[in-house]
């Protein structure tokens, strides 16, 4: 699962927060690698809702909540 809502990430501890960034990360990689192999993604959406979840998470992570 890519998709992280606000509330979710609200909800969250910062230790949890963490924890979904870096598999949220590892995720991206694997797309990435999938990406440029030349395969065709199982998800074609999964790649833009996982940068977009990480970029979520980045900026609650800054702002402190």
């Not at 690698?33 to 980045?58: C, F, H, V």
């Amino acid at each position: 699962m890519s998709y992280v809502s606000n509330r979710e990430i609200a909800s969250m501890s910062a230790e949890a927060r963490e924890a979904r960034l870096l598999e949220l990360q590892e995720e991206l990689l694997q797309l990435r690698a999938e990406k440029a192999l030349g395969g065709t993604p199982s998800n074609m959406g999964a790649y833009k809702a996982t940068r977009r979840s990480i970029a979520r998470l980045k900026t609650h992570m800054n702002n402190g909540q």
